[in-house]
C-alpha cells in the first residue's frame, strides 16, 4: 500500500532567504524596446497622433453619418426633422421677440436675419452639446476599442455641420420668398462655415475632455449655451441695440461683437442677406473669425491630446 510521506521541512537556509531583487526599470525599457513593445494606451506625440487621426478619416465620416442618420429613426418624420427643428425654434423666438418684444424694429428683412442667425446658432450650441458628451457617453466604445479619442468630438462635429447643410436648402427658400437675390456674396458663406467648423470642433475638444472628468457638465451645459445665445444676437441685432442712443457704455458694443458667436453668424448674414451691410459687422470681422478658429481649434486639440490617455479609464 503507498503511503502518502509529509514534505521535508524548510531548511534553515531557505527559510532565510532573501527575497529576489525587483528587476530594473532600465532593463525592462531595454528588453521591451529590443522587443519593439511599448507602454499600452500611452499617449501618441502631437505629429503621431495627427497621423493616426488622419488615417481614421473614414470612419470619422462613416460613423459621423451613421449618427446622423440614426438620430431621428424613431420618429414618423425621419429626417425631416432636421430641417423642422430650427425651423420651428425660428418660428417661436419670432413670435416672442419679433412680435411680442418687437426686437425687429430697425432691422430689414427680419425673417431670413432671424433664420439665419438660429440655424448658424444651432450649429455652435449642438456641437458644443454632443462634444460634451463625445466621451462619457460613449465609454463602451472608447473602452472596447484603440483609436484617437480625439474622432469622437471631430465626427460629431461633422455630423452637425451635415445637419446644418441639410437646413441650409431650407434657409434659401425662405431667402428667396421674402425677395432676398441670390448673389456672388452668397460664397463667402463657405469660409465662414469652415471657419465656424473648426471653432466648434475646437470648443467641442475642450468640453469632450471636461465633459469626461465631469459627467455633471452636460446638464450645466444647456443654461450656460442659452446666456451665450441671448448675448449673441440671435433674434436682434446687436448693432442697433448697441447704438450711440442705447444708453449703453461705448465699450459694450466691441465686447459683444468680438463674441466668436456674433462674427460667425453676422459673417453668414452679411454672406447671404443685401440689407445686412458691412456697416453691421464688427471691425475686422474676417481676422476675428480666423482668430477663433486657429485658437479653438489649436488649443482645444491640444488641450484635448494631453489628456488622451486617460479617456474612459475613470
Known sequence: MSQVLDPPP?????????PAPAPDPDDLAALAARHGLSVSGARPSLPEYVRQ??????FIGAFSTA??????????LGQVWQVMTPLLNAAVY??????LMNTSRGVEDFVPFLVTGVFVWTFTQSSVMAGTR???????????????????PVSFCLQQLQQLLFSMGALVVILLAFGVPPGPSWLLAVPALTLQFVFNTGLAMV????????PDMAQLMPFLLRTWMYASGVMFSIHHMTGPDSGLPSWVGPLLQANPAVVYI??????????????????HVWALALGWALVAGIGGFIYFWKAEETYGRG
Open 94 to 99: 419670432y413670435f416672442i421677440f419679433g412680435m
Open 266 to 283: 453676422d459673417l453668414m448674414r452679411f454672406a447671404l442677406i443685401d440689407s445686412f451691410g458691412g456697416g453691421m459687422l464688427p471691425d
Open 67 to 76: 449618427k446622423l442618420t440614426a438620430q431621428y429613426s424613431q420618429a414618423k
Open 53 to 58: 487621426l488622419w488615417a481614421r478619416r473614414h
Open 207 to 214: 468640453m469632450a475632455r471636461v465633459g469626461s472628468k465631469i
Open 134 to 152: 463625445a466621451i462619457s457617453g460613449n465609454l463602451g466604445l472608447v473602452r472596447a476599442l484603440h483609436f484617437p479619442r480625439a474622432a469622437l
Open 10 to 18: 524548510p531548511t534553515q537556509a531557505s527559510a532565510q532567504a532573501a
